[in-house]
């Protein structure tokens, strides 16, 4: 192999120390290889000096302190560690625009940071999610404007990131990883690389075009999936059926290599990929007169998601003989996700505002959420306890199911509450034996399609 002849320790230096970068800089640190991670945030780079987290990952902060006073793990603001780096992975944000296209000026500013800096034999990662043709159309050259020739003096492929948030530390070393290399010599040295350092399996790509296309078909079927789940459950609440029923049933047929495999219906769709990944795939297509019909469809549908919550919730109030203008809320879960803390662009805030747009009062717990985000996120200061965010509250709506409302005891809480009190399921999917319980303490139940 041209680039990375010795594989036996290679020291890595990863750009972006976000949730991406420092997941990963963390396992691969953990495993015994000498990290250093480069961030342009000085106040997160004194944090992960401290041994402090700010990322809400499952094991993540355990780590971290584990390895931190070790000299496995370092971290800078500058670029200094580049040159002693074997491999080098890119890991910064790549958003959307207005018109939903790519922002690449964090990823020029990182490849033009490390142009001059690059050294014959190195590896270029690129893990930031990017339209297809990114890697070789734009990071290739702004990277060889440094004097060196990609596959010639470094090595280039694009191997997405895959991972899904609570579950990112054993996702790294169980999940396929992804390589399309600008040329062999680069796909095989990058192949190597993750067999050596993770154990897993890797699958090889003749070009990185088609590795940005795959990550980018994940994120567009996970979501267009989505979509599916949750018109779906607006049909079964037409029909008052329950639509676990109908999907568990539905994906009980063999189909293809596999079977019918329909996720669950939701508040709405959230996070930092899902709502901008298949814009990008979109606005990648249009550039080549492509038109994806099905990407304008889906996020129509998720987009619609947070309004049909909040009128389910007004309208369940009001059969309840209450007047959602004067009633109370209590939100359990703002997050995007069950059982994380993160808050970027999730659908609760939405149901939020629908809900005090319509003069309803509203409290919100999570206990995984950080409390100066979500009131800034929210408008609403968090309650800092379950029962202060739910005395006198009319409808209880667990919008993020974490594992604590997966417990809660209802007994207990039907004493802080008026009667008749709904319980409004928006993702904790509690079971036909807790629904029945629930109606049996004297609460009333909605759920998404249930």
């Not at 020291?11 to 420092?22: H, L, T, Y």
């Not at 993540?60 to 992975?89: C, H, M, Q």
């Not at 994906?251 to 219906?265: A, D, Q, Y």
């Amino acid at each position: 192999m041209r680039f990375l002849p010795d594989l036996r320790e290679p020291k890595v230096a990863i750009v972006g120390f976000g949730w991406v970068g420092c997941c990963l800089g963390v396992a691969l640190a953990d495993r015994g290889l000498y990290v250093t991670g480069i961030d342009s945030d000085p106040g997160l780079v004194a944090e992960l000096r401290a041994g402090r987290c700010r990322i809400a990952e499952p094991g993540l902060a355990e780590a971290l302190e584990r390895l931190r006073d070790s000299s496995r793990l370092t971290f800078d603001t500058g670029y200094d560690a580049i040159e002693d780096a074997d491999v080098i992975v890119i890991a910064v944000g790549t958003p959307i625009a207005p018109d939903r296209s790519l922002v690449t000026a964090q990823l020029e500013a990182v490849c033009e940071a490390l142009a001059p800096r690059l050294r014959r034999g190195q590896l270029v990662v690129l893990k930031s999610t990017v339209a297809p043709g990114t890697t070789q159309g734009l990071v290739r050259p702004l990277l060889e404007a440094g004097g060196l020739v990609q596959g010639e003096d470094f090595g280039l492929v694009f191997c997405p990131e895959r991972l899904s948030e609570g579950n990112a530390l054993s996702e790294l070393v169980e999940l396929t990883v992804i390589v399309g290399g600008c040329d062999p010599d680069s796909t095989q040295s990058a192949t190597a690389f993750w067999k050596r350092v993770l154990g897993v399996p890797v699958w090889e790509y003749a070009s990185p075009e088609v590795a940005e296309i795959v990550k980018l078909a994940d994120n567009w079927w996970i979501d267009h999936n989505i979509a599916m789940a949750n018109d779906l459950a607006r049909l079964c609440d037409a029909f008052e059926v329950d639509v676990l029923e109908v999907i568990s049933g539905a994906n009980s047929l063999p189909k293809g290599n596999s079977h019918v495999n329909i996720l669950l219906p939701s508040v709405g769709v959230g996070g930092y990929c899902l709502t901008k990944d298949p814009w990008m795939t979109w606005s990648a297509a249009r550039g080549r007169g492509v038109r994806l019909d099905t990407i304008e469809t889906v996020r129509a549908v998720n987009d619609a998601m947070p309004a049909y919550t909040h009128e389910t919730i007004s309208a369940e109030l009001t059969r309840a003989g209450w007047d959602p203008g004067r009633a109370k809320v209590a939100i359990l879960g703002a997050a995007f996700k069950n059982n994380t803390g993160d808050l970027r662009s999730t659908p609760v805030k939405h149901v939020v505002d629908g809900l005090l747009a319509a003069g309803t009062t509203v409290s919100i717990f999570d206990p995984l959420a950080d409390p100066d985000e979500l009131f800034s996120t929210m408008g609403v200061e968090g309650s800092a306890t379950l029962e202060e965010a739910v005395d006198g509250a009319h409808c209880l709506a667990v919008l993020a199911g974490h594992e604590p409302f997966q417990q809660l005891d209802f007994a207990a809480l039907r004493e802080r509450v008026p009667s008749p009190c709904l319980v409004f399921d928006g993702r904790a999917y509690y079971s036909r034996e807790t629904i029945a319980e629930l109606r049996r303490l004297g609460f009333g139940y909605r759920g998404i399609g249930r």
